[in-house]
């Protein structure tokens, strides 16, 4: 059975090597939608911006997009005009190959920042990569667009006779605000490009708004949504009967990406699931979160499997959330490390204790849970330890 | 002649080994003003903040400090009632063998956050290190306030007949929003408690708030400074011929002591010179240079000695200033890798361009200098690599 993004019916996908990546692998990838296939993006927060974010915004606009084309090796940011004569290049080009218009074409990138497209090999790989364009292409789609990755990312699921699917890449520059990865996510459901854009932003924003590698926001990323109508039926849209059980759905194959990104975050050993509660409100409890999950100190202790719960709270003081100290409390797996803001001096004498804590450190997936107050406002932020292999891979890793 | 806090005149200093720590090397350390010294604070920004903290600033307020003492080995935070009732109690014995007020006395604590602080041993310290205090003693006290630093930290300076001294600790927590390190600065020259606080603000947080390491402020740091006096003369008060030239010397120890601390920061083999001119303010101009200083991926890329215009400018476009992308300029060493928004594509072929910076890259001191845009804003961060080192270290170590 198809995979990934091709999972749902309407779609066809391919891969193909082009000879961007000095390596020689898979490099540009491309999913179409049938005619008629809808679609909404969600684009990095970040200000700098590259040039086919810009190009793909305009196309989402205009209502009449329902493909994309991938490259890594080259990110095509500050890459300035010609970056953006460039981005404009490839898509006419592969529009003349598909015979449709330029505007039914978004286009993402990712790769090296500021290096310009390597327009002579891209522009030569076009006829092959349109020429693969398959039904089972979701595999080669997932597998050309990755780069430091090392496994693809797909996730699929379904809801009556509605397929969901998707593919993401993305293991460095992970963070919230969006802008931290490419993710694709196709369904063969019919809905309205605005019904779609309103479902993006409330089921994956918050899937892919929940990791966080490094806190880096690329200029880069992007998460699209594409509806092929494939199923067959009326078109969904929010208050019908189903719309409900599609959305989740959706979310389904988000969370799943997301967590998949996570696991195969850049030199990640250990994933960190930090939940607050007790919170404000979500901005705060995510905030606090965020602020546990991307602590040098905290990431590290992670990496040295060494319990830690006074970097914890140093980390929630400086997250810039108003608390009250004294109430706080702290989980490590099941072991209640923080009470009431003090750490009980139990936990400093070898005991069972701190054995407990140790031993959750240990897991590959490592449970921080935190309360900060009385409020209602509670969220889960994933994130990776930091190891040498992060170091050693963005030491020598030109991105 | 006696270096660092008691290079002026009127003060007293030592540090003895108390068994605070395990190692047995020197942990508790004291500075005294004599009678008539007026001190001013500067103190952590976090939100969860350790009990000396809470008790020094009680004891500033009231106007009588002179005196500090020190202990590394614990950091009294998230300790509690038991916390601050430990911290009272220590002063108090202090203030005793001394025959002076407890409000005399402030105190600073730093090391393992949550363990209880190890009163015994502590306690039974006291009297060695009060006998021990000496006019000499400025570089016994540098030493025992050392927990990770692998140097003694001092600076000093003369203006006439004033003379200006400092000693710091700190190597990993360091971060903007003061709250960053540990940092005693002493002058002969006579203030007022209001004139000294004033010119802490001035010159002294702005000295501090330029290094950061890894973005993590503690809950226990402290800058304080004291005025003994002992120069002679009447006081110096703001508007007085030659008040600016003492602010000056206090703000060049300030400046050393921060330069000292970013080199000897945890697992830092490069230092970072980040000058950010041409934003709306010095605030702004601080925020994006202090962006690019804590990028895991710039950090990263100046440990692997890789020049990466990319990485500076997504950090920049992340750091919440706004900014035009086509404004910005970023040079690394005097190579300009980023021009009007644009990384030329010269640089991406072997060349004079790639070469220059590569080189200024392979510095000890890493200048980088970013304008993005026409306003009147500057500010100048000090940061460091991310090496394997800082991992080891922080990975193992348990604050």
């Not at 076009?126 to 996730?155: H, Q, Y």
């Not at 992007?222 to 969904?236: D, E, K, M, Q, R």
């Not at 900060?372 to 030491?395: E, Q």
Request: with cysteine.
């Amino acid at each position: 059975m198809s995979s990934g993004v091709t999972y749902p019916r309407g779609f066809r996908a391919s891969g193909v090597a082009a000879g961007l990546k000095p390596s020689g692998a898979l490099d540009l990838a491309m999913l179409m939608g049938d005619a008629g296939t809808t679609a909404a993006g969600l684009f990095t927060t970040n200000t700098v911006v590259a040039a086919p974010v810009v190009l793909s915004r305009t196309h989402l606009a205009s209502g009449t997009a329902r493909g994309v084309l991938v490259n890594s090796g080259q990110a095509n940011a500050a890459t300035g005009a010609r970056g953006e004569d460039d981005a404009l290049a490839v898509l006419s080009a592969t529009a003349a190959v598909l015979g449709v218009g330029v505007g039914e074409l978004l286009a993402c990138s990712t790769g090296v920042i500021g290096e310009p497209i390597h327009m002579e090999p891209l522009l030569a790989g076009v006829p092959g990569l349109v020429g693969a364009l398959d039904a089972d292409g979701g595999r080669r789609f997932a597998e050309a667009i990755m780069t430091t990755d090392s496994v693809t990312k797909e996730a699929t699921a379904d809801v009556g006779p509605i397929r969901v699917g998707g593919a993401a890449k993305g293991v460095g520059m992970l963070a919230p605000s969006l802008a931290t990865m490419l993710a694709f996510v196709t369904t063969d459901a019919r809905a309205a490009s605005a019904d779609l854009d309103a479902l993006a932003h409330e089921r994956l924003a918050p899937a892919f708004e929940a990791v966080t590698v490094d806190g880096c926001r690329s200029t880069n990323d992007a998460v699209l949504l594409f509806a092929s109508g494939a199923a067959g039926g009326p078109a969904l849209a929010p208050g019908d009967d189903g719309w409900a059980a599609f959305a989740s759905a959706v979310g389904e194959v988000g969370d799943a990406l997301a967590s998949q990104l996570i696991h195969d975050g850049e030199g990640v050993t250990h994933v960190l699931l930090i939940d607050v509660a007790g919170a404000a409100d979500v901005e705060d409890a995510r905030r606090a979160a965020r602020a546990v999950a991307e602590s040098p100190l905290v990431k590290t202790a992670a990496f040295g499997e060494n319990p830690n719960p006074g970097r914890i709270v140093q980390a929630l003081g400086a997250s810039g959330v108003a608390f009250d100290p004294a109430d706080v409390d702290v989980w490590i797996g099941d072991a209640r490390v923080v009470a009431h803001g003090v750490i009980p001096p139990a936990y400093f004498r070898l005991g069972e204790l701190q054995e407990a804590a140790a031993a959750a450190m240990r897991g590959s997936e490592v449970s921080l849970r935190v309360s900060i107050g009385h409020g209602p406002g509670s969220a889960r932020v994933l994130g990776g330890d930091l190891s040498y292999d992060y170091v050693k891979i963005n030491g020598e890793y030109t991105t």
